[in-house]
């Protein structure tokens, strides 16, 4: 054997299977070439004491026997052995057992490190991971951050419904299910679930984006489901806290707005009534207050507009009006400002001019923005208006 297998590649060759475990376990080879038959350790109690090793458990392995048939070969296979030559064997068929066996064993060594390196990279990811092997899901591989998520519980080698009871009618089981038979990628967006997340904790109420990923072996069948997801309890909590404070100021605007209106219209009330009885005495300090009163009504009115915006209740009724008088609107809203400010306004809107809009909506457009020109010139500058075409 030395002689033959020398030719090709460096040999150490020994007594007894005894002397061969120990070489082994002192320098590590590529192959182990083994008889059945020797003396104080034989094939069968190498292999197994190989298997059993940890640090040798993938060592390869062709063992040599005279024994033949297929029930020889089935119990070398049975003990560990990876290919089984009965004697007497030429040099080719021997040359041809070794190189493939060297060759799968390459093929696996780079396996092995892309597998380490995965793992690597798996249990340095901020996501939390975890592999399920087979249709009853069972745990193969989990990072630190999916232990932490399901508190720390040992998993691997359970099947999903013994490791996470809790999770028994929120679907989850069906919906791996459904990914290993169809072969089709879910994605979840905060999909709320019930989770004991501490020792002996009870279940509490968690919110998770997760990804579940069917895998497939080298035919092309499923055999297992990646599993990625990120704890984001706290994100979907805050935005049920926002949502409930956005309807809250809602609601506030809305009352507000109501209860502003009701005195307002006794006051607008007792105006036209001064107005009815006539007489001259402090008409402009009427003219003032009433003014400021249609303002006051007209803000109480937007902001009645703010709560129904943000409900996505805003109505638009929708007519044909004369643009000028769209704009006549517009001025007596923001005359009062107009007025403080001193400004020369000059007006170049004709009449005739039509659009299909909503008259109020219209008209607010035009006060705003000449309430900004007001604001924002210099007191006493002219604020032109027109109409202008192309």
Do not use: C
Not at 146 to 168: M, T
Not at 297 to 315: A, M, N
Request: aromatic letters at 6%; glycine letters at 6%; zero cysteines.
């Amino acid at each position: 054997m030395r002689r033959l297998v020398g030719t090709r590649w460096d040999v150490e060759a020994v007594g007894n299977g005894t002397q061969a475990l120990a070489a082994i376990q002192r320098a590590r080879p590529d192959l182990l070439i083994t008889d059945v038959m020797m003396p104080e350790l034989d094939g069968f109690g190498l292999v197994a004491a190989l298997r059993g090793d940890d640090a040798l458990r993938d060592l390869p392995v062709l063992m040599l026997s005279a024994r033949a048939g297929e029930e020889a070969r089935l119990e070398g296979l049975h003990a560990g052995a990876d290919d089984y030559l009965v004697k007497p064997f030429s040099a080719r068929e021997l040359f041809a057992r070794v190189e493939i066996l060297l060759l799968r064993a390459s093929i696996r060594a780079v396996e092995n490190l892309h597998r380490r390196q995965l793992t690597d990279i798996f249990r340095q990811a901020p996501a939390a991971i975890a592999i399920l092997r087979g249709p009853d899901h069972v745990y193969e591989f989990t990072n630190p951050a999916y232990e932490e998520l399901v508190a720390n519980r040992s998993v691997v080698g359970k099947p999903i419904r013994e490791a996470l009871p809790e999770l028994d009618a929120q679907g989850v089981y069906e919906l791996l299910d459904r990914v290993y038979r169809s072969g089709d990628p879910f994605v979840g967006k905060a999909q709320r679930f019930m989770l004991s997340r501490h020792p002996g904790a009870p279940v509490e109420e968690t919110y998770f984006d997760f990804v579940y990923q069917p895998m497939r072996d080298a035919t092309g069948e499923i055999d297992g489901i990646a599993v990625v997801a990120f704890d984001v309890t706290e994100l979907a909590q805050a935005r049920r806290e926002a949502e409930s404070a956005n309807r809250t100021k809602d609601e506030f605007l809305a009352m507000l707005g109501h209860e502003l209106r009701n005195p307002l219209a006794p006051m607008r009330t007792a105006l036209q009534l001064m107005r009815l009885r006539g007489g001259n005495a402090l008409e402009r300090e009427r003219t003032v207050i009433e003014r400021q009163t249609q303002h006051l009504v007209r803000l109480v009115d937007d902001l009645l507009d703010v709560s129904r915006i943000t409900r996505g209740k805003i109505e638009l009724r929708r007519e044909r009006l004369d643009i000028a008088d769209a704009v006549a609107k517009a001025i007596e809203m923001a005359s009062p400002l107009l007025e403080e400010r001193q400004h020369d306004l000059v007006v170049d809107v004709p009449r005739g001019l039509t659009l299909d809009a909503d008259p109020a909506r219209f008209a607010q457009i035009i006060a705003n923005l000449l309430t900004n020109s007001s604001r924002y010139s210099i007191e006493g500058d002219e604020i032109g208006i027109a109409q202008r075409f192309g």
